[in-house]
């Protein structure tokens, strides 16, 4: 079994910060890429950013120059800090974690989700 957990979402005015966290746990032989997507009410799911094993970044045009992933010091975890926070970035936010479950098997897991609402 594996556990894909998000933390530190909440509600923010316009122009504030937060900052996203998201552990993996579990029966993982390594973890290649992980991932932050988030869902508005009526839309669909959007990719935000990944970040590869290798610690390539790339972020969806919306969110560029204000937000940054990263990956601690503990490669199972993950953050997303949030900047410059506009209300159109209000959604429910889900990390994903790609990993190898052996030598050749991959598989992916995915958190239930934090909500971040951006409002005044």
Not at 18 to 28: A, E, F, K, T
Not at 46 to 69: C, H, P, Q
Request: glycine share 10%; with cysteine.
């Amino acid at each position: 079994q594996v556990q894909v957990v998000e933390s530190g979402g909440g509600l923010v005015q316009p122009g504030a910060s937060l900052r996203l966290s998201c552990s993996v746990s579990g029966n993982i032989f390594s973890i290649y890429d992980m991932s932050w997507y988030r869902q508005a009410p009526g839309k669909q799911r959007e990719l935000v950013a990944t970040m590869t094993a290798g610690g390539s970044t790339n972020y969806t045009d919306s969110v560029k120059g204000r937000f940054t992933i990263s990956r601690t010091n503990a490669r199972d975890t993950m953050d997303l800090q949030m900047n410059s926070l506009k209300p159109e970035d209000t959604a429910v936010y889900y990390c994903n974690a790609k990993y190898y479950v052996n030598s050749y098997e991959v598989s992916e897991s995915w958190g239930e989700g934090t909500q971040v609402t951006v409002s005044s």
